[in-house]
């Protein structure tokens, strides 16, 4: 067996935000290398992820390509902390933040240049400066970066802020978008069939997936051993953030901080899980409620339970604090901090980098897609001022549907064709801009036995040529596209009792989006037709009721339909089912998945916020089950007289079942080739394991 990387046997990381300006005697007066790496031992945290430079560019070591930091006088802070930190036996990764301020304002030749022509800080009143990896801010940052890695010993570097946060109008990106396109000006509205639009994206992506395959590089060249970490938060923006394959391959692990809910945790930690290059991703979370509060710390619970979500999804854990401007730390964080680490170690063991999820259901994951269709055609400037992600909320409301049923789900993509193999069900949310041969993928896996849930624009648009004259996936959904499409609010009617659980015809499904005008081809079997208001939702003077838009106008176009291909089938609905967030709509979307599914994996009386995972670990014959108490309101309340049933794949004949930490034999009846576990008491986090 390989020796494991770094990444792969340290899980207890803390990253301390240094985003400190020079500008004042008492800035960083009173920092202590000692005092930090005592912190950082008090927590009992396995790697420090240190500050070599924050996001104005100010260095914390004597650069002589860069901008020092003047408060520290020569002083070489970060190369002490490191060794501060050692003499611990603590891990070190280095911290450099591709945003510089320095840079923004000693060049303005290197400035992002917004549609004004301005930089970030005049247009945004920003307090830091974004530099375009085009001009020769690209170059400085890899002298600067590879100035870094000759001087100190560590295991990695994590890179912050690389991303395309903005859309740059400078001289180079015109330049350059000329020569590599032979088109003289950047276009100025966002339109996903203009091929000017579509060759500026295509354009950012390539340049980005430049950027980091040269940061990788620049590391590699002098440090082959050691690895590069992407902050790929950016991501979250969609196509429009121009993370590319590049991008991600540029990554030994995907990380990213975040500060939402439970539900946006298991998204991140599947997500991010399922584009990684290597494992496990690293999920980090600030200790207060955002990174503005800078002493509105969350609660002990809370920082343990996201702990644990970490430790069910397979990732490693990063505690965020943020140093004050004096340099000093507080204490009583890092005292919290070693209870949840001191918890979180219990069950380290049971992490492994060849971890496999086990799930009903695959979300395909499909980059070109996550636009807002909606939203555009829209000038520049209002396409930056109003950014909006619909999609993002509609993958967390899948994620809050499917925990909600107890469906265990990851994330798939359409150059996996074994992941795709390894799904029962397969989502495809308003996948509108797949490629083509995302689409051979897909029918190859709907005509070998697959299932497939699509819905509204999906494979309507070609990621290179925009909006198509019909589905490019007609063929696989059983349906052609008239041209037409309805206003927003919609009805779905069901044809049958049975069709669509809780509508009827009269009081039938509603949607907020608008439904496409399809027509169902001859082998296709039409589940619901479309209804209407009786007038647009728009409409202030002719309308059904002044405050809803009821169904009235009934139609025969198909809305929901299922058509079979091969040995699978398809559902296909004609709106966006999935982005709506009430139970009524959650109950149908989990019963259609149920319905292409048959069984789960998993079937238990636990309340919805009880989220299940299972995770196949095949060098150590093992199946590894986490079972997770997340309530809205923490701390949560212990629960009683828990049953699950497991029907596990054939191919796992478990022999015994463990109770973790302590790894005590736990009781278990088997029925066929199901398992049942009965639980007298679940009060945070249990975690078993299956030897088979």
Same mark, same amino acid.
């Given at each position: 067996m390989a020796p494991k990387a770094w990444f792969e046997t340290s899980f207890r990381r803390l990253l301390v935000d240094m985003h400190i300006p020079d500008w004042n005697d008492e800035f960083l007066r009173d920092f202590s290398p000692e005092k930090y790496a005592e912190m950082m031992e008090l927590a009992k945290v396995d790697t420090a992820e240190i500050y070599a430079g924050s996001c104005l560019g100010l260095c914390y070591w004597p650069t002589k390509v860069g901008f020092p930091h003047k408060q520290l006088h020569g002083r070489d802070l970060l190369g002490e902390t490191i060794e501060a930190c050692r003499r611990r036996g603590i891990n070190v990764q280095i911290y450099l933040n591709v945003w510089s301020r320095a840079a923004h304002d000693a060049h303005p030749e290197w400035r992002i240049r917004l549609s004004d022509g301005k930089g970030t800080v005049g247009h945004y009143d920003y307090r830091f400066g974004q530099c375009c990896p085009n001009t020769g801010f690209g170059q400085y940052f890899l002298d600067l970066l590879d100035e870094l890695n000759s001087r100190y010993e560590c295991p990695g570097f994590w890179i912050d802020m690389i991303g395309n946060y903005q859309h740059c109008y400078c001289p180079t990106c015109r330049e350059r978008f000329l020569r590599e396109t032979g088109r003289p000006e950047l276009p100025r509205t966002a339109d996903w069939s203009d091929p000017a639009w579509i060759a500026f994206d295509r354009c950012r992506r390539l340049w980005l997936d430049e950027f980091a395959e040269k940061i990788y590089a620049t590391v590699k060249k002098r440090t082959p051993e050691r690895t590069v970490t992407l902050q790929t938060a950016s991501i979250m923006r969609g196509?429009?953030?121009?993370?590319?394959?590049?991008?991600?391959?540029?990554?030994?692990?995907?990380?990213g901080d975040f500060t939402?809910?439970?539900?946006?945790?298991?998204?991140?930690?599947k997500f991010f899980s399922a584009l990684s290059k290597n494992h496990p991703m690293e999920f980090m979370t600030p200790r207060c409620e955002n990174l503005i509060h800078h002493t509105t710390e969350r609660s002990c619970s809370n920082l343990l339970m996201r702990s644990y979500a970490a430790l069910a999804n397979q990732a490693s854990f990063t505690l965020i604090d943020a140093i004050d401007p004096r340099g000093t730390l507080d204490r009583r964080f890092y005292e919290h901090a070693r209870g949840i680490n001191t918890s979180y170690a219990r069950f380290e063991k049971y992490l492994d980098s060849s971890s496999v999820p086990l799930k009903d259901i695959g979300i395909f994951h499909s980059p070109f897609s996550l636009i807002n269709l909606d939203a555009t055609p829209a000038p520049i400037e209002e396409f930056e001022k109003e950014y909006s992600r619909p999609y993002t909320k509609t993958r967390m409301n899948m994620t809050s549907a499917f925990q909600g049923a107890h469906l265990?789900?990851?994330?798939?993509?359409?150059d996996d064709p074994d992941k795709l193999k390894s799904s029962p069900v397969i989502v495809l949310s308003d996948g509108s801009c797949l490629t083509d041969s995302e689409c051979a993928a897909l029918r190859e896996y709907v005509r070998d036995g697959g299932k497939l849930y699509a819905s509204f624009r999906t494979s309507l648009y070609d990621p290179d040529k925009g909006l198509l004259s019909d589905f490019k996936l007609a063929d696989?959904?059983?349906?052609?596209? @008239?041209?037409?499409?309805?206003?927003? &609010? @919609?009805?779905?009617?069901?044809?049958?009792?049975?069709?669509?659980?809780g509508a009827t015809k009269d009081y039938p499904l509603m949607l907020n989006s608008r439904q496409l005008i399809v027509e169902a081809a001859p082998d296709t079997e039409v589940l619901g037709t479309l209804t209407l208001p009786i007038s647009s939702a728009s409409e202030?003077?002719?309308?059904?009721?002044?405050?809803s838009n009821p169904p009235m106008k009934e139609t025969v176009s198909p809305a929901l339909v299922r058509h079979p291909y091969g040995?699978?089938? &398809?559902?296909?609905?004609?709106?966006?089912l999935e982005e709506i967030p009430f139970p009524y709509h959650h109950a149908i979307l989990t019963a259609l998945m149920k319905r292409l599914r048959g069984t789960p994996l998993t079937e238990t009386n636990a309340p919805g916020f009880v989220e299940v995972t299972l995770f196949d670990q095949p060098e150590r014959k093992r199946l590894v089950l986490s079972i997770l108490n997340l309530p809205a309101e923490l701390p949560p309340v212990p629960l009683h007289d828990l049953e699950f049933r497991l029907n596990l794949p054939e191919k796992y004949a478990v022999k015994a079942l463990f109770f973790a930490p302590e790894d005590t034999a736990y009781p278990f009846e088997r029925k066929g080739n199901s398992l049942e576990i009965r639980m007298d008491k679940l009060e945070e986090f249990a975690l078993f394991t299956l030897q088979y």
């Open positions: 196509r429009d953030s121009g993370v590319g394959d590049g991008f991600l391959r540029s990554s030994d692990f995907l990380a939402g809910d439970r539900v946006e945790q298991s998204y991140i930690c265990l789900f990851s994330f798939v993509r359409g696989l959904f059983g349906i052609h596209y @008239t041209g037409r499409q309805t206003d927003p &609010v @919609t009805y779905i009617a069901p044809v049958s009792p049975d069709a669509i659980p202030n003077v002719r309308f059904g009721s002044a405050i040995k699978g089938e &398809v559902l296909y609905v004609a709106g966006n």
